[in-house]
Each structure stands twice: as structure tokens, then as C-alpha cells.
């Protein structure tokens, strides 16, 4: 089981105040949710908070909102719970143990947006049980359906959960057109990370209330943990929570924040600390590496996860995946040489914003962070002899794309468990 932990000074906002319990719609009541607020002034908290998304790409609520309410349509609104990324535990756990705080949130989206339609996007099945209980609870004025996709890497995409919606696969779309343009069945539709519409949700009951994130903390030899952490912690703070004081480097955000080396423990966990040391909050995943561990066999094996995830959709994707996992894979057993390291620099490059989805860019990003936290170290395991070089590599060290699962979801059946009444 996800241990769970507070770095917050007094309640925790996000975990509350019985984490390991799911909370009623009664006890959810008695703490203030669900209480009456005019839609355009929550609009104006979100707005002033400066809330961005939490399920990857951080970008700001309030934008993303506006968008659809300006459509001029009657637009729908994605509770996004899919939480594809291999090392992040942090979505299903609020739907578990939180899902009113999830419902009320997304019920304050589809005020705001005057939307027709709710829909909450779920792989996990105990979370999706969790939702399926609190829509029993209280039944919602906007008439909303859970969906299920597969448990993937690429069916938290918001392209993917609007083509599962519509009855298609998991899959990510090409954009244009984008979700908040022509999403559910061509309106447009506002897909918001849960934890996204959690802080919605406390926007709305208490606009004081402390910013924070849901994190979860991994690495060899960790218990994953949940934790929830003030706004600008620094990773040094996490890392003493965890005893890795002494660690080489981080791997952030899933993969989507790309490695970091020797002295990222100063760096804040805040958009722009974290874009000035070229990386990203990504879902929240903080993995720390151990002492020892080398981080070019931590490159290998997420760039080993990441070709194995592709959809298989885009020509480039397929291609570059499988070329800088094979590379990067030659690098670690010491049969590559500078022509590769040459190859793997060009690609990290040439590779971005290429794909139709953020898998190919994880990659790029994976490889150029690597080149550029731990250039040298990478460049010393080059050539016939790295048995001398490196203790955590070795010739024969097969990939282990599965590392980084912080904890498998609990899916009972793995083809479309569930579909919408639509
Ligand atoms: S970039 Fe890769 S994972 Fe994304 S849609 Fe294209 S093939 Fe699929």
C-alpha cells in the first residue's frame, strides 16, 4: 500500500483529514464542500490563484476554462483520472479516498463553463468505483457518465480520453482541432486533470487556502509515497523525507521533466524554479535516483518504457522511440561510441514536437536532459571497457521498463471495462 505523507503546516487541504478513509458526501458537507458560489467569482479566484494544470503539460486553468466558456456552444466538460504515467499514484488516490472533492470540482467546471454534460475518465477500478459511489451520493444537476479506458501511458492524452468518450479507442488524435475547440462530439470540451478540479473545488470553499501539491516520491529501495507539499518545496526537502540526501539526480515529473543532476536539491518544486532548470512538474512524480545508481541506466530503461507505450500512430514516433532506446540501451552495455552520442544529441533535438501526442517528446526530452545533467558520465561509458566505468551498467543489463511503476492501478479487465450510456 502508498504510504502517505503531509509536508503541509496544519490540514493538509488535498489529502484531508483522514487520508486512508474515503470520504462520505455527509463528512465532504460538514467541511464546508459543496456550498453555493457565483460561478464568476470562483472564475476570478482560479484566476487570481494562477491555478495550472496538474496532470502534465501545467497549463493555466483559468485560460483553458475561458476558452470553452467563450465557445459560444454547449460545451462538456472531462474529469481526465487516466493517470497513464508509470511512476504517478496521485490521481487514482483522490478518487479513492476523495471523490466528492473530484465531483464538486468538476460539477464548479460545468457552472463555469456552462456545460451540457459531465464525464469522469477512470482506468483505475477501485477509483472508479469510488466516483460510481459518490455520483449515488449526490447526484449531480449535470447528468454525467464514467468511462473507462485501458491503463496506458497515452490514454491520460486529453485526445485519447475525447476519442474513448466518442466511442473510438484510447488513442491520442492529431491536433488541431484541440479539445476546448472541437472536443466530445465536435463541441468544445474542457478536459481538466482530477487534482486540477480538486483545487477548483477548494478555490471555491476557502480562497485562502494554501496552495499545494500531490506528489508521489519513488526510487530503488523506496516505498512509493503520496505526498502533499506546500507550493515551492524544494526537492532537497523531499529528498531528506525519503533519506536521499546523497542522491546523483531526479528523475521529474513521470518522464515528461527529464533528468536532473548533482545540485537540482535546491530547485523548487514551482513552474518557473523548475522551467529555469529545464524541467517540469509534469503529473508529480519525483523519482529519486540512489546512490550508485547510474542515471544513464535510469535514461535507458524510461526511454525502453516510452518506446514500448507508443501508440504505434505516428511514423516518427515509432522510429525515433525505438532508435534512442536501442542507442541509449547500446550506451549502457559500453558497445557505443561517439557516432551514437552524436546521434542521440541530433535526435533529442530533431524529435521534439514532431509526434501527435507528449510521448515523443518525453523521449527527446529523457535523452537531451541526460546529455545535458551528465554529459561526461554518459560520454565515460562509451567504448569496449565499461565494466571498469560503471558499476550499475554492464553488458548484459537488459532494459526494465517497469521500474518506475510506483504502484500497478488495480484493473480487473483490460479491454473497455466499462462504457458510457451516451
Ligand atoms: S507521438 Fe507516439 S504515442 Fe503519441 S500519438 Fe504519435 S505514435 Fe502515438
Redesign the pocket.
Known amino acids: 500500500m502508498t504510504q502517505i505523507h503531509s509536508l503541509m503546516r496544519g490540514l493538509a487541504p488535498l489529502l484531508g483529514e483522514n487520508p486512508y478513509r474515503r470520504e462520505t458526501r455527509d463528512a465532504y458537507w460538514q467541511a464546508g464542500g459543496y456550498r453555493d458560489l457565483s460561478p464568476d467569482l470562483l472564475f476570478n479566484r482560479i484566476k487570481a490563484a494562477g491555478l495550472r494544470g496538474r496532470g502534465g503539460a501545467g497549463f493555466p486553468a483559468a485560460t483553458k476554462v475561458q476558452a470553452v466558456r467563450a465557445s459560444g456552444s454547449v460545451p462538456v466538460v472531462v474529469a481526465n483520472g487516466a493517470e497513464g504515467e508509470p511512476g504517478s499514484v496521485k490521481d487514482r488516490w483522490l478518487m479513492r479516498a476523495r471523490p466528492h472533492l473530484v465531483l464538486d470540482g468538476m460539477l464548479r467546471a460545468a457552472d463555469m463553463t456552462r456545460a451540457a454534460r459531465c464525464y469522469v475518465y477512470v482506468a483505475d477500478d477501485e477509483a472508479a468505483d469510488s466516483m460510481r459511489r459518490a455520483l449515488a451520493e449526490r447526484e449531480p444537476v449535470v447528468p454525467t457518465w464514467i468511462v473507462r479506458p485501458e491503463h496506458t501511458?497515452?490514454a491520460g492524452?486529453e485526445t485519447s480520453a475525447i476519442r474513448r468518450i466518442n466511442g473510438g479507442p484510447a488513442?491520442?488524435a492529431a491536433k488541431p482541432p484541440r479539445p476546448f475547440e472541437a472536443g466530445v462530439d465536435g463541441v468544445p470540451t474542457l478536459v481538466a486533470n482530477v487534482e486540477t478540479l480538486a483545487r477548483i473545488a477548494l478555490l471555491a470553499a476557502r480562497p485562502g487556502t494554501p496552495d499545494s501539491l500531490l506528489l508521489t516520491v519513488s526510487g530503488r529501495g523506496l516505498k512509493p509515497e503520496l505526498v502533499e507539499a506546500p507550493v515551492g518545496t524544494s526537492l532537497q526537502a523531499l529528498a531528506y523525507r525519503v533519506d536521499r540526501l546523497d542522491t546523483p539526480g531526479v528523475l521529474m515529473g513521470g518522464m515528461f521533466g527529464g533528468i536532473l543532476g548533482p545540485g537540482c536539491l535546491k530547485t523548487t518544486l514551482e513552474p518557473s524554479a523548475l522551467a529555469a532548470a529545464g524541467s517540469a512538474l509534469g503529473c508529480g512524480a519525483v523519482h529519486f535516483l540512489t546512490a550508485g545508481e547510474c542515471p544513464v541506466g535510469l535514461a535507458a530503461d524510461g526511454l525502453a518504457r516510452l518506446a514500448a507505450?507508443?501508440?504505434?500512430?505516428?511514423g516518427?514516433?515509432?522510429s525515433g522511440?525505438a532508435a534512442l532506446a536501442r542507442t541509449m540501451a547500446s550506451v549502457v552495455h559500453g558497445t557505443a561510441g561517439q557516432e551514437d552520442l552524436a546521434s542521440l544529441t541530433r535526435w533529442s533535438q530533431s524529435l521534439l514536437r514532431?509526434?501527435?501526442?507528449?510521448?515523443?517528446d518525453a523521449a527527446a526530452n529523457l535523452a537531451s536532459s541526460l546529455l545535458r545533467s551528465f554529459g561526461p558520465l554518459t560520454e565515460a561509458h562509451l567504448g569496449a571497457h565499461l565494466g571498469a566505468r560503471c558499476t550499475d551498467c554492464s553488458a548484459d543489463r537488459a532494459p526494465d521498463p517497469d521500474r518506475f511503476l510506483a504502484e500497478p492501478p488495480t484493473v480487473r479487465t483490460t479491454t473497455h471495462p466499462v462504457s458510457a450510456p451516451r
Open positions: 501511458y497515452v492524452e488513442l491520442p507505450e507508443s501508440s504505434r500512430q505516428c516518427v514516433c515509432v522511440t514532431r509526434g501527435a501526442c507528449g510521448l515523443l
